[in-house]
Each structure stands twice: as structure tokens, then as C-alpha cells.
Nanobody
Framework: QVQLVESGGGLVQPGGSLRLSCAAS????????MYWYRQAPGKQRELVAG???????NYADSVKGRFTISRSNAKNTVSLQMNSLKPEDTAEYYC???????????WGQGTQVTVSS
């Protein structure tokens, strides 16, 4: 089992940037594919970005070219660099880990991102 703790959320103006981080502990980090999801009030949770064990990435169309997901297997962390933020990016952002062998999934507690002037 892996424990996940997100950080880096906050209030930012439109066009600004934030960097979210997710620290993992309790298991072998390199056994997990990692994801960032978000959920806005009244909406379903949606996939923002994912990164495989060996660094292959995928993104939601709405964030392509603006967000970058990365991971450090040495530091047991996954990050989400968010640039050119828009008000519609406002949401609670969650880190998810999926064990590639068992397919078990684990979630962090979330971090709030608010984009507003």
C-alpha cells in the first residue's frame, strides 16, 4: 500500500503558474503508474495527466501544451507543472497511484487550485 500527500495548491491569477507535488511513501514507487485528477464543484472527477513507470505521459485535451507531468523515482514524487492557468482549471486536484501488478489504486487527500482575478 502507498500513501500519497499532495502539496502546492493555492490561489493564482489567470495566466499564472502553479506546481503541484505528490509525495509517495510506504511502497516501491517505481511499481506505480501515477496520475493527476481534478474535480470541480458539481462536476465529475476527471483525468488531467498520467505518467507511466518509465515516463510515458498522457494529457487531457484541455491541458495539453499548458501542463506537464513528471516523476522522480529516486525521490518518490510526481509533479504537475501548470502554466497559463485559466479560471476553468479551478478544482480540487488529486494524486492517484496505480500498482501495475495488482491494479490496486490509491488516492491522496487533494489540494485546492483556484484561478481567479
Amino acid at each position: 500500500q502507498v500513501q500519497l500527500v499532495e502539496s502546492g495548491g493555492g490561489l493564482v491569477q489567470p495566466g499564472g503558474s502553479l506546481r503541484l507535488s505528490c509525495a509517495a511513501s510506504g511502497s516501491i514507487f517505481s511499481n506505480y503508474a501515477m496520475y493527476w485528477y481534478r474535480q470541480a464543484p458539481g462536476k465529475q472527477r476527471e483525468l488531467v495527466a498520467g505518467i507511466s513507470r518509465d515516463g510515458i505521459t498522457n494529457y487531457a485535451d484541455s491541458v495539453k501544451g499548458r501542463f506537464t507531468i513528471s516523476r522522480s523515482n529516486a525521490k518518490n514524487t510526481v509533479s504537475l507543472q501548470m502554466n497559463s492557468l485559466k479560471p476553468e482549471d479551478t478544482a480540487e486536484y488529486y494524486c492517484k497511484a496505480r500498482n501495475v501488478y495488482s491494479n490496486n489504486a490509491y488516492w491522496g487527500q487533494g489540494t485546492q487550485v483556484t484561478v481567479s482575478s
